[in-house]
């Protein structure tokens, strides 16, 4: 499975960005997909996965903010980030787990300025 994530961009706080990311490959197999981020001197985090049967789980500090989603016919997975804050900031990377095994895409990154 390749991943190619796209959609990030220096905005203001209190405004939006969707984030994609197409898939290629053996997708059918695909478990879960998720999004993580990492910002500079921070650990990698999770933000939010999606399950193949469609079930959601987010980050604390995204909820009611981020809503993860898929498009199964253009084989792409989104993060639309709404009220983006300063803390926000960071290299969103996504992520395809099959079987257990994490295939990951190139990051793209998100600045979210005061």
């Known amino acids: 499975v390749q991943l190619q994530a796209s959609g990030g961009g220096l905005v203001q706080a209190g405004e939006s960005l969707r984030l994609s990311c197409e898939a290629s490959g053996n997708i059918f197999s695909i478990d879960v997909m998720a999004w993580y981020r990492q910002a500079p001197g921070k650990q990698r985090e999770l933000v939010a996965d999606?399950?193949?049967?469609?079930?959601?789980n987010y980050a604390e500090s995204v909820k009611g903010r981020f809503t993860i989603s898929r498009d199964n016919a253009k084989n792409t997975m989104y993060l639309q980030m709404n009220s983006l804050k300063p803390e926000d900031s960071a290299v969103y990377y996504c992520?395809?787990?099959?079987?257990?095994?994490?295939?990951w895409g190139q990051g793209t990154l998100v600045t979210v300025s005061s």
């Open positions: 999606l399950t193949s049967g469609g079930t959601t």
């Open positions: 992520n395809a787990t099959i079987l257990g095994f994490a295939y």
